[in-house]
């Protein structure tokens, strides 16, 4: 019997039966040609996922651990952070807690970046001299997916020394990535989102000029250090012991998402499942998040129902559904549609909500 899934929290994300079974793999030594045989094609899979010919790297860590890597190896000083929500204000909290200078442009909760405000942001504080500017692709807690091309656009344009680090958690692999045609310089993404594994790995893409960063940076600490894995990426490994199950089965995932399902195909089985959301929860919620920017991959509702009385409803009937973030907590719930799930099973559960959303 095929598994069916239920699941429609924004990440972690429903895993399919077959990728289970490769985190159950005999281990293999980190230093051995079998390692060194799966590094390769894993690399050369990430390569199409974040359409770029520059280095990519596995680390064992959530993403957050990443953003914080990011601006170790790539901030001295200062660095600007865009917020619009929750997990934008993460890469705040972090660089306030390594002892940076932080600057923040806020659109509010909900709101998209707007470039022509980040454009007078960065000509207004030329003196600030920024190390990076952080952007988060797509805000998890309320559904907006910034324009990552434009924005990175305006940082060459307004401050070029600045480097561009994306936050890409909940977009790579469910909505494209262009790291080389953008100009980003580091680029990231925990694996329990749009790409479909349990959480415990992060891939990040990495810019000559990220690692040329990194390089000049004396105090770049030692797990997270980007030189490092660059070193032994050139080696075929990794610095540390890593998480060898997520190695099989991220493997066996990117086999599937860049030559069995095909990344456009992907793209478009996302876009057809926010579609599909907005038009059939238009009678009872209305998108929290500015619909001109509604992502792929989760959508936050403001329904005229209790969003808790829905959420523990559906949840009665076996669907789970994410809640509310942040500043939204109370008044919003969310749908992830993002990772393997199948347009039937969204298309089931919608069935379900439309009744329990209607009283
Ligand atoms: N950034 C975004 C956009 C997220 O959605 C999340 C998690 O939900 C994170 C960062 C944090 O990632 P992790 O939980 O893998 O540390």
Redesign the pocket.
């Known amino acids: 019997m095929t598994e069916t899934c239920k699941y429609f929290v924004?990440?972690p994300t429903w895993v399919r039966p077959e990728i289970r079974q490769e985190l159950a793999r005999p281990m293999i030594g980190h230093r051995s040609p079998e390692f060194r045989e799966m590094f390769s094609r894993i690399n050369a899979d990430l390569k199409p996922l974040f359409d770029t010919k520059q280095d990519t790297f596995v680390i064992t860590a959530?993403?957050?651990?990443v953003?914080q890597a990011a601006l170790e190896n790539c901030v001295a000083r200062r660095v600007l952070v865009t917020t619009c929500g929750a997990?934008s204000e993460?890469w705040y909290s972090i660089a306030e807690s390594l002892g940076y200078e932080v600057d923040r442009l806020d659109a509010g909760w909900g709101k998209a970046i707007d470039a022509e405000e980040l454009g007078d942001h960065l000509a207004r504080h030329q003196r600030a001299h920024y190390d990076a500017v952080t952007i988060?692709h797509?805000?998890?807690s309320t559904g907006v997916t910034n324009d990552v091309a434009r924005l990175a656009q305006v940082v060459r344009e307004e401050a070029p020394d600045a480097l561009v680090l994306v936050?890409a958690?909940?977009s790579l692999g469910g909505i494209p990535v262009k790291f080389d045609e953008w100009n980003l310089d580091v680029c990231l993404a925990?694996v329990?989102?749009c790409i479909g594994l349990p959480?415990g790995v992060?891939v990040v893409a990495t810019s000559k000029n990220a690692l040329d960063r990194a390089q000049k940076h004396p105090y770049r600490g030692t797990y997270f250090d980007f030189i490092r894995y660059k070193e032994k990426a050139d080696e075929g490994s990794v610095p540390s012991t890593p998480s060898l199950p997520h190695f099989y089965a991220l493997a066996a995932q990117l086999e599937h998402i860049v030559r069995g399902e095909g990344l456009e195909a992907r793209f478009e089985r996302h876009r057809r499942m926010r579609e599909l959301t907005r038009e059939q929860t238009a009678k009872f919620a209305k998108p929290a998040g500015d619909p001109q920017y509604a992502s792929s991959t989760v959508t936050a509702l403001q329904p005229t129902l209790s969003a808790e009385k829905i959420r523990s409803e559906m949840k009665a009937r076996g669907y789970t559904l994410g809640g509310g973030y942040g500043e939204w907590k109370d008044t919003t719930f969310r749908i992830g549609h993002m990772g393997d799930m199948p347009v039937e099973d969204l298309q089931a559960m919608l069935n379900v909500l439309a009744e329990v959303a209607q009283g």
């Open positions: 924004p990440g959530s993403g957050t651990g953003m997990f993460r988060t797509n805000e998890t936050d958690v909940s925990s329990q989102k959480p992060t």
